[in-house]
């Protein structure tokens, strides 16, 4: 499956955005995703993530309650959406996907990965 992120830009703190992940290739009905990022000189990491099953989701406690993941079948689309939104949440955001039903938080347990959108958060 080829994935394909898109929803990044520049905006000021306490503002939102959709971030997108559309695959291809391959309908992600049977794919667990997730959503990762990397802050400016820092190493890739976990923000959430949504299983095919259940539907079951998890996120980093830093984004909690601020981030919402969700995942549209019939569109093949996976989105991230993120509220109130600091400097904090600047970094290059990724969409992964593991052909497996379980939530995964670990980065090196997904199999396909997007190219990164880059959200900046300055005023």
């Known amino acids: 499956v080829q994935l394909q992120a898109s929803g990044g830009g520049l905006v000021r703190p306490g503002e939102s955005l959709r971030l997108s992940c559309a695959a291809s290739?391959?309908?992600?009905?049977?794919?667990?995703m997730g959503w990762f990022r990397q802050p400016p000189g820092k190493e890739r990491e976990f923000v959430a993530t949504i299983g095919w099953g259940r539907g079951s989701t998890s996120y980093a406690d830093s984004v909690k309650g601020r981030f919402t993941i969700s995942k549209d079948n019939a569109k093949n689309t996976a989105y991230l959406q993120m509220n109130s939104l600091t400097p904090e949440d600047t970094a290059v955001y990724y969409c992964?996907?593991?052909?497996?039903?379980?939530?995964?938080?670990?980065?090196?347990?997904?199999?396909?990965w997007g190219q990164g959108t880059l959200v900046t958060v300055s005023s």
């Open positions: 992964a996907a593991r052909d497996e039903p379980q939530i995964a938080e670990s980065l090196y347990q997904y199999d396909y």
């Open positions: 290739g391959r309908t992600l009905s049977r794919y667990t």
